[in-house]
């Protein structure tokens, strides 16, 4: 395991992180680093939605969502509620893919 290179504690997290995990050695071999960062949480009946991404050492975010469903059925109300809080993420998606972090 090695420690994380001062050259990376310069590298301020992405505004929109809400959790950032340490630095990670990616390749075992000290010359490749990144973390992963959490952001937005988001649910409702059935679904979570969480907008994460990978911060390389150079800074640059690589962003995704990830979405968790439950087994539960939803009539129409609820089905608009998931589309929702599905729209809201890809909007935030958009929104920080044309923010500074890229």
């Not at 310069?10 to 390749?27: R, S």
């Not at 995704?64 to 809201?88: E, G, I, K, M, W």
Request: hydrophobic share 40%.
């Amino acid at each position: 395991m090695h420690s994380t290179p001062a050259e990376l504690t310069h590298i301020a997290a992405p505004a929109d992180a809400q959790h950032v995990e340490p630095w990670v050695d990616e390749n075992g071999d000290g010359t490749t680093w990144g973390r992963y960062v959490r952001g937005t949480r988001r649910s409702t009946t059935g679904l979570e939605i969480v907008v994460a991404g990978w911060q390389s050492a150079d800074g640059t975010v690589e962003r995704h969502a990830f979405a968790s469903a439950t087994d539960v059925a939803l009539n129409a109300a609820a089905l608009r509620r998931l589309a929702a809080v599905a729209l809201n993420a890809a909007e935030e998606l958009d929104r920080l893919d044309e923010g500074a972090d890229q």
